[in-house]
């Protein structure tokens, strides 16, 4: 691990509230400290390479998209910046600059609510199968990666441990009623249409996304990341050709290389070579830097 990367924190003076995939989340009481670390997961399994300044481009660009989507929902996001944090952080300010947020703790709803709008992923083998998406009928004789008729809202479940399960909508209404479903839906269908455009006008196509929402104070708000490219699929616009896989700016790329190994997917994950590493940071902060206009904040550690 060289100085530009961060694999993880070790706050021992404050409680650690959980460690995910990705981020190191701390309680503050009422609130929470929540750090992008540089982690890589594919195929659910950490990889024990980092990607250089991966955590401040998925806290910044959440950020960006908190701030142009809060007319349609309120958001957890309190603060980035570290001399408004409490005071016992303020020795830490080298690690938290630039990659890191104060949030509301909020209680999270336990549903990945994703939004698709062309055919990817999961979603691709699905339609190959039944030709439907999560219960959703779709016209016959789509291609992989074509544009669907509008944006499905197609709602999975969310593991601690392993991959998260595809399921219908009805199955979510089961679990926490109509009401509370259609409203989850609504807003996730608003979010993407407002971002897709704004990032189609900046040459990124947004084929599908994943967002979290919690309840807070009685009302439902965004919560976790947003539109980065380790929730989404970005695909470069002036590429995009249906008919197969897209070029994109997320960690499909790594994704694809691990797919030429030998390796089961399951832990511990293989070292990727340096090219495969500079190659995604790249990639990183391009769509960074097309969808923002500006520099990534790096922290100096």
Known sequence: MTKDELHKTNFTDIELFKRGKVRDVYNLGDKLLVISTDRISCFDVILPTCIPQKGEVLTQLSLFWFNL?????????????????????????????GRSMLVKKAKAIPVECVVRGYLSGSGWKEYQQNRSICGIKLPAGLRESDKLPEPIFTPSTKEDVGHDINVSEEYVEGQLGKGMTNKLKEISIAIYNKASQYAESKGIIIADTKFEFGIYEEKIILIDEVLTPDSSRFWPKDQYKPGGGQPSFDKQFVRDYLETLTWDKTPPGPELPDEIVQKTRQKYLQAFMMITGKDIEVSKK
């Open 69 to 97: 989507t809060k007319d349609i929902v309120a958001n957890h996001f309190l603060s980035a910046e570290v001399s408004e944090y409490p005071e016992e952080l303020h020795k830490y300010g080298n690690i938290l600059k």
